[in-house]
């Protein structure tokens, strides 16, 4: 395997919006910027930069874009302005990779404007893989002439990886604007698929007379599409469909499934983005590839009972199936709440939402989501409560981690629930409900729950909390993430955000999972059945301020009959950079360029026996050390081809030892002094 291999392998072991419109166009009072990057510093205190949630380096990210897995690494692009913390004029596919989802190594991007076809922006799109592994990017590119065209991208190097260079099909676009179509309403290629006749189907969302839709193109060999007679789905009255996704999900299963996968114990599920709203909605039905149609089990509607994947701050998101452990991810864009001036203060705005592995409910009704199980690799000193009563009023403290960077599951026992007060026949949206009755509104079962991200005092608090009411002889269960306590400061956006949650408390238990991580807050509810993700800038409760309770401010007791609290460590997060330098060289040189070593570095006249490849900790308080042998030939030259197999970084178990990395390789000859070092900056 290549040096490069070992380069990045270091590492792993080691609304403002994206598009900022009204309709489809982005608005003329959207902030965005051109400016240079260096203008735009990260500035040092940071209290609300989020620890093991994933953001890129500095400024601007939204739309995760394509995520897939290849060869070992799974891969995340994004929307990304290079140049500032606000949307840009022209935005460029930002490029992650990791091993395990949860630390990462930024790399170059994947794609910049650089073409007639996607001179203005290279917007969002996805990923496909094609027959011999071969990935595939369908994205939107704004053209000379501001429209929106459909382009295709393929890898330069398929034995690479990281896949670090991207080729512009010389024919782009591959799909054009429909005629009929607004110039800017024609965006964001879902993932394709097979049909049972073997041609490929891919989706673009736009719009017609304010009836959202997506156009179903099709293909036999993924270069030439034609449009197919109707849309695949549209729906009256909701605008543009963003970010389209459609992928099969099994029947009694949490398996994922491929998205060529069809049958009769599938249902497919399909999603589109509403920027009306900024929120993510999907529906659940069957899909026949003969026909073409795709009959939906419910339609999008301007109410409350739309199948939501969060009921909080979750945008523009993506899945992608995970073959290594047949699983479903679900990738989503969360923005800030705080202002365009606080963005360019802190030289960055927006962030992803923990992966979600996602699947049908056994109930076929709904879909589930749930942290990805790499979140877990993340958790230390742990806390546990078992048995313990909550009167009403009362709060208990969860001392003994830390609470601004935490993940907290705690199952609730109910009393008697036949006395539970009657639900106001007027109210019909929960989250209207939870600004309303809000965490200091006192009931009989509830509010209870989770206070995060507190003062002592409780002046800053987000409550996230449940009630139980009563309607039609049915019991109701309210999920509310109240953030009007959450900062003293008054500039930022304090939404309070709620869903009902569709479990039965006689039977069903009441179970919430918080994850805290600064300035973000994502819990599901009910085992994953409703997720709700909040943004919070406390002004006092921030890093070893901020403070974590159970409470109960309704007039019946509650009990906690589990609870399970856990600090978490922060993940790995690199930017790599390299440059070469020769340290007591005589005869030898070391190839590489200014940006990158290559892939097969050669050192010349060197000892060819017993090559050492080494990772040190350059900070003397780290002693960090990993190292491994290299194999070497012989080239014609006389020079020695080295290669390297993998390398292993150990970090001290307090996260501290990632800084200043130095990666070297040097002969252990002692008759030999031949040394090339490059850095891995943060």
């Not at 699983?327 to 963005?343: F, H, K, P, Q, Y």
């Amino acid at each position: 395997m290549a040096l490069l291999m070992a380069f990045n392998i270091l590492f792993f072991t080691l609304i403002s919006s994206a598009r900022a419109h009204s309709d489809c166009s982005p608005s003329s009072n959207s902030p965005s910027s051109s400016s240079s990057a260096d203008d735009q510093p990260i500035m040092n205190n940071q209290p609300y930069r989020s620890s093991f949630h994933f953001q890129s380096p500095k400024n601007w990210m939204n739309d995760p874009n394509g995520p897939m897995y290849y060869k070992g690494i799974y891969h995340l692009f994004y929307q990304h302005n290079p140049h500032a913390a606000v949307f840009g004029d022209i935005m460029i596919w930002g490029h992650s990779v990791s091993h395990d989802l949860i630390n990462w190594v930024h790399i170059d991007p994947a794609l910049s404007p650089d073409k007639p076809f996607d001179v203005k922006s290279c917007w969002s799109g996805s990923v496909t893989i094609l027959p011999g592994n071969k990935p595939a990017i369908l994205y939107t590119g704004i053209d000379e002439n501001n429209r929106q065209v459909q382009n295709l991208a393929m890898p330069r190097n398929l034995s690479d990886p990281f896949l670090r260079d991207w080729v512009k099909y010389s024919q782009n676009p591959i799909i054009n604007l429909p005629d009929g179509i607004e110039h800017d309403c024609f965006r964001d290629p879902s993932t394709a698929w097979r049909g049972a006749d073997g041609k490929w189907r891919v989706i673009v969302g736009s719009v017609m007379q304010n009836n959202g839709m997506v156009f179903l193109y099709r293909s036999d060999d993924f270069f030439h599409w034609s449009k197919y007679e109707h849309p695949l789905h549209s729906s009256a009255n909701t605008k543009i469909f963003e970010c389209p996704d459609f992928y099969p999900v099994q029947i009694n299963s949490k398996n994922g499934l491929d998205t060529s996968v069809n049958g009769p114990d599938v249902k497919h599920v399909f999603k589109a983005s509403f920027w009306a709203n900024a929120h993510d909605y999907y529906l659940l039905g069957s899909y026949d590839s003969k026909t073409e149609k795709y009959i939906s089990e419910s339609d999008f509607t301007d109410t409350s009972l739309n199948l939501r994947l969060d009921y909080g701050k979750f945008y523009a998101s993506k899945s992608f199936f995970d073959e290594v452990k047949n699983r479903r991810i679900l990738w989503g864009w969360v923005n800030e709440s705080d202002s365009t001036e606080d963005a360019y203060k802190k030289g960055w705005s927006g962030l992803q939402a923990i992966p979600r592995q996602v699947w049908l409910h056994e109930n076929g009704k709904q879909l589930v989501q749930w942290p990805i199980e790499e979140v877990e690799t993340l958790r230390h000193d742990e806390v546990i409560i078992n048995g313990k009563k909550l009167d009403g009023g009362s709060i208990l403290e969860i001392s003994g981690i830390t609470a601004a960077q935490a993940d907290i599951e705690v199952e609730f026992s109910l009393p008697n629930v036949e006395g539970v007060e009657e639900m106001n026949p007027r109210w019909k949206d929960p989250q209207i409900i939870c600004s309303s009755q809000n965490a200091l509104v006192n009931g009989r079962i509830g509010p209870f729950g989770l206070l995060v991200m507190a003062t002592k005092d409780l002046t800053e608090q987000t409550a996230i909390f449940f009630r139980i009411y009563k309607s039609n002889n049915r019991r109701i269960v309210l999920m509310c993430s109240d953030q009007s306590r959450s900062s003293l400061r008054e500039d930022i956006d304090k939404t309070t955000y709620g869903t009902f949650l569709d479990i039965d408390p006689h039977s069903d238990r009441i179970s919430l999972r918080s994850l805290i991580d600064h300035s973000i807050v994502e819990s599901f509810g009910g085992g994953g059945k409703s997720c709700i993700t909040s943004r919070i800038y406390p002004k006092v409760a921030i890093n070893k301020d901020a403070h974590l309770y159970a409470f109960n401010n309704g007039t019946l007791s509650v009990g906690i009959k589990r609870l399970n609290a856990w600090s978490m460590k922060n993940a790995r997060s690199r930017g790599i950079k390299s440059s070469c330098s020769r340290v007591g060289i005589q005869k030898s040189t070391h190839a590489c360029d200014s940006k990158e070593l290559e892939k097969d570095s050669t050192i010349s006249g060197a000892n060819l026996d017993d090559l050492e490849f080494a990772v040190k900790s350059k900070n003397v308080a780290d002693d960090n050390e990993s190292s491994m042998k290299e194999t070497g030939e012989v080239l014609k030259d006389g020079s020695l081809q080295v290669s390297v197999d993998k390398i292993i970084f150990t970090e001290n178990a307090d996260g501290s030892g990632n800084d200043d990395l130095e990666f070297a390789v040097k002969s252990k000859n002692v008759e030999d002094d031949n040394e090339s070092s490059m850095k891995v900056e943060q």
